[in-house]
């Protein structure tokens, strides 16, 4: 204390004010410490009595309990709560939270405001609150947070319950789960590829397809049902025989004849939610599909649309075993491929096909390929055991034309058609399901059985055998569907104007992928010229370089040779021209042992030397001159040379002396 008072004791506190000081210092420390301990206790205390759960949105017990929260009374006393239009669930169901929803209910049956129409809205717990909600006797305490908010996705629910034993939150979750699944029981869940984050992301609930709206020649749907059904609870069988559980289909043929429709409508008869993956899409690599693969499910559909459009740039196995997209031969498959290597996608078939069966692949799903070229198809990916049934799709026969208008034109039952004359309520149609219209909104006239038959046969016998896609068909029908009788009479009208279309758009196609050719082969003409001029101009660049450079180099040589020969040189050829022409030049070519005697080798030895020399001076001023040019400057300067050498003997006197002083 002493020591305090003596250091504080200059700032001018007296000991009474130190001892408040410390006295308060004391106290605040206490009550702070104080109320860490009982907040710590409390947790404490509270840990070893709450079980919590979590339940994080990327996988289905999320989506459980969200569904089961949005359906809770409790959320009509909630004092905070997230409204949204968006579902909270999977199933995209409207979801009655409180009495408050009534009009959404309302909603329900398809009405339109302002041609749109209306937006359901849901309730959610909150983000980052705490609710607090009765169940069985228990108070759960519920939150909701963001697991990633720096991405904004990613949510997670966090349940906590006083309790002995978890007992309440199993019951809490499969209470959660039936009640999910008896809502979404007539909807397909679908769940597309992001190749961004390489997940699944659920885009929407489809109500299911009924497999009597798919008109199919006899048994290929009863067959693929059976043949699908009998998968599913073959696992051991499999597992015994140690064959990878997994079976694959493929559907090919033209383009609208019910392959998409047909796996939509198996995977609502199945109870199975379909994970589609577009081969051709963005950012696609054998990477993301790999992982894709391992994150679908046991039990569902796995659908790859269009698989041949993924190939189109690369169709051979070998040349993608780098796993880059290659180039066909064709102009078209080039430009696919600048824009496969564009936009990142480097899907390789060798990395589809180890995606497909792969170790990391999923089992016990049920692979559906469409394709509208299965002669594109590599044969590894077809192959059975990757593909084990294949199903194709033609256009539209008698059989099916004669089924598709049935199935837009319900026949008056016989016997309730007094009693309900004015309702559209077919319900004794085998196979279809009861229509959900309001009778204003569509005045179909029901005729009976009889003439719906006749009806029927007539429109079959006019739709030609393979000509027109069902999906073709059903647009006709749709367009008359209120006027079963007209749409027989005018039937063959619209067959021919069809054909009229057809035709058209054939011939337009035609001439707008000549056009295409055309261009392209002027396009190919014109770049092969540019390189040509351009491989020339290189070539007159390189000559032009490679004489300069031996010019350059001459020019040098002779510069040394000059430096060190020419005042011995010149003197003793003097010398030699004067008095003794048979021996010129010894001194000038003392390594030379003939003695080059003769005029015209000498005439050689220095032409190449001295006519280079003038050949070098002349072209300063005219590099581009012909070579002829350079022959003739050469012998001149040659000539002029050697008419010069006296001269230049004559300036040099001293020299010749000292040559001749120097006998060899
Ligand atoms: N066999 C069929 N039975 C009933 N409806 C059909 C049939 N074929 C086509 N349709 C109808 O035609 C439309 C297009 O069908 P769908 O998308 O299933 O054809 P697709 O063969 O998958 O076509 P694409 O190869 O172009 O993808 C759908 O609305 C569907 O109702």
Request: one cysteine or more; proline letters at 4%.
């Amino acid at each position: 204390m002493n020591v305090l008072s003596n250091i504080l004791s200059p700032l001018g506190m007296s000991g009474g004010a130190i001892q408040d000081t410390l006295k308060l210092v004391v106290i605040g420390g206490t009550v702070e410490t104080a109320r860490r301990a009982s907040v710590s206790a409390w947790n404490g205390f509270v840990d070893s009595f709450f079980l919590t759960a979590h339940f994080s949105e990327e996988d289905y017990p999320y989506d459980w309990l969200m569904h089961w929260l949005s359906k809770q009374p409790a959320w009509g006393r909630s004092r905070e709560f997230e409204i949204t239009t968006r579902s909270a669930g999977r199933n995209g169901m409207n979801q009655s939270t409180t009495g408050d929803l009534q009009e959404e209910e309302e909603e329900d049956d398809g009405t339109l405001v302002h041609g749109r129409r209306k937006r359901l809205v849901a309730f959610q717990p909150s983000l980052d609150t705490t609710h607090t909600i009765y169940y069985r006797g228990h108070w759960l305490r519920i939150m909701r947070t963001k697991r990633f908010p720096e991405y904004g996705h990613g949510s997670a629910l966090k349940i906590s319950v006083v309790a002995r034993n978890n007992d309440i939150l199993k019951k809490l979750v499969l209470e959660a789960k039936r009640e999910y699944e008896k809502d979404a029981e007539h909807r397909v869940h679908i769940f597309l590829a992001d190749t961004t984050y390489q997940c699944w992301r659920w885009n929407g609930a489809r109500q299911k397809r009924p497999m009597s709206s798919i008109v199919l020649q006899p048994g290929v749907k009863d067959m693929l049902l059976a043949d699908c059904k009998d998968f599913l609870c073959s696992e051991e069988w499999y597992a015994e025989r140690g064959i990878p559980f997994r079976r694959g289909y493929l559907l090919h043929g033209v383009p609208g004849s019910g392959k998409t429709s047909l796996i939509h409508s198996l995977a609502g008869e199945l109870g199975l939610d379909i994970y589609v993956v577009s081969l051709s899409s963005k950012g696609m690599s054998d990477n993301t599909l790999t992982t894709l693969m391992s994150l679908v499910p046991n039990r569902c559909i796995l659908l790859l649309e269009d698989l041949d459009a993924a190939f189109t740039r690369s169709v051979s196995r070998d040349s993608n075993s780098t796993g880059a997209p290659t180039s066909t031969t064709t102009t078209s498959s080039t430009n696919q491929t600048t824009t496969a290597e564009s936009d990142g996608s480097t899907l390789s078939l060798s990395g589809l096909l180890n995606s497909l069966d792969g170790v990391a692949a999923a089992e016990g799903r049920l692979l559906f390929a469409t394709t509208n070229h299965i002669e594109r198809l590599d044969p590894a990916l077809s192959r059975p055991g990757r593909m084990d049934v294949w199903v194709n799709f033609t256009h539209a026969t008698k059989w099916q034309a004669e089924g598709i208008f049935k199935c837009f034109f319900p026949f008056k039952p016989a016997v309730v058609a007094e009693v309900e004359k004015t309702e559209s309520t077919d319900a004794s149609q085998k196979n279809l399901p009861l229509p959900k219209r309001k009778a204003s909104t569509h005045a179909i006239p029901l005729l009976s059985e009889a003439e719906i038959s006749e009806l029927a046969k007539r429109f079959a016998a006019a739709i030609p055998e393979d000509e027109l896609s069902v999906a073709g068909l059903q647009g006709y029908l749709l367009k008359n569907k209120t006027r079963p009788r007209e749409c027989v009479d005018e039937v063959e009208e619209w067959i021919i104007s069809e054909r009229e279309t057809r035709e058209k758009l054939k011939k337009e196609k035609a001439e707008r992928e000549a056009k295409e050719k055309k261009e392209v082969e002027e396009k190919e003409k014109k770049e092969k010229e540019e390189l040509a001029a351009k491989e020339k101009e290189e070539k007159e660049a390189k000559e032009k370089l490679e004489r300069k450079e031996a010019r350059e180099r001459l020019k040098a040589k002779k510069a040394v040779v000059a430096k060190s020969d020419s005042p011995a040189t010149i003197p003793s050829t003097t010398e030699s021209t004067e008095s003794t022409p048979s021996t010129p030049a010894t001194a000038a070519t003392p390594a030379t042992d003939e003695p080059s005697t003769d005029s015209s080798s000498s005439s050689s030895e220095s032409d190449t030397t001295t006519g280079m020399e003038a050949d070098t001076e002349e072209s300063v001023t005219s590099e581009e001159e012909g070579s002829d040019k350079a022959d003739d400057t050469k012998k001149e300067k040659w000539v002029a040379v050697k008419s010069q050498t006296p001269a230049a003997a004559e300036t040099q006197p001293e020299t010749t002396t000292t040559e001749e002083a120097t006998p060899s």
